[in-house]
């Protein structure tokens, strides 16, 4: 059974930190390239990074450029999401997104066919 668990979500004061992360199982590390999504009331669903296949190449959106870091751990079949620096903005439930079609990745998230249940963030003093 192909799985997505997202984890690490929660209330953070602007300024602060978390760490998402992306548990997949039903599938090897290196069969899919990776994505994080996030979606806030009202608002279309919208990509905010992804890493290919092999780890070795990551895109960012430019709202969270130099402040988010997206790294995979094959071994763990895990991928993580370092948040630094949050804005009220950040706040979203975010979504981690795979697909196997190609090795690098995208931030369309019509390109993804496996998704996880999401993990709310929310940043507010």
């Known amino acids: 059974q192909l799985q997505l668990v997202e984890s690490g979500g929660g209330l953070v004061q602007p300024g602060g930190s978390l760490r998402l992360s992306c548990a997949a199982s039903?599938?090897?590390?290196?069969?899919?390239?990776i994505a994080w999504f996030r979606q806030a009331p009202g608002q279309e669903r919208e990509g905010v990074s992804c890493?290919?296949?092999?780890?070795?190449?990551?895109n960012y959106a430019d709202s969270v450029k130099g402040r988010f870091t997206l790294s995979r751990d094959h071994a763990k079949n895990t991928v993580y999401l370092q948040m630094n620096s949050l804005k009220p903005e950040d706040t979203a439930i975010y979504y981690c997104?795979?697909?196997?079609?190609?090795?690098?990745?995208?931030?369309?998230?019509?390109?993804?066919?496996?998704w996880g249940q999401g993990t709310q963030v929310t940043v507010s003093a």
């Open positions: 997104a795979a697909r196997f079609s190609y090795a690098d990745c995208s931030l369309y998230p019509s390109q993804y066919n496996y």
């Open positions: 039903g599938f090897t590390a290196d069969s899919y390239a």
């Open positions: 890493i290919s296949r092999s780890g070795g190449s990551t």
